[in-house]
């Protein structure tokens, strides 16, 4: 199934946003999980609801994706689909971190990024994973606007 939703162009960049948000969401979620209780059990609510903030923030950021991959192909760039993807990822990361940084009662965006940046990881491999050569059908065309 999964392997169908990559290979079909017309729902192929939709399908990989979402592919992206559910990956990163939950492999930041597990990642803080792990991070909160193995210091304190009773801790493993606090890593919890901020996987729910992570996705709820991170998803209203889903719809920007495909216009910037548009507007990445109208300029011609001449990177990588994979490098091209990175650069975009990290851009919504700093965006949506400011989002937070606006709606939560947070000192800086040093507090945000504290509990931020295993989502970020996430989204790298994910990232990484999604645009790998063998994930194309066709590894010799590698822009963005395959």
Sequence with gaps: MLSLLLSTSTYSTTARAFILWIFANLGGTLWLLLDFALDRFDDYPIALM????????????????IPFFSLMCKL???LSRR???????????LLANQLLELLLPVNSMRDVLN????????????VL?????????????????D
Aim: glycine residues 6%; positive net charge.
């Design 50 to 65: 901020t996987g729910l903030v992570a996705a709820l923030v991170s998803l209203a950021i889903v719809p920007l994706v």
């Design 76 to 78: 011609r760039v001449g």
């Design 83 to 93: 490098s091209l993807a990175l650069v975009g990822v990290t851009a919504f990361f």
């Design 115 to 126: 509990m931020s940046l295993p989502y970020w990881a996430a989204a790298m491999l994910t």
């Design 129 to 145: 994973w999604l645009y790998s050569p063998s994930q194309r059908e066709n590894v010799s065309q590698a822009t963005a606007c």
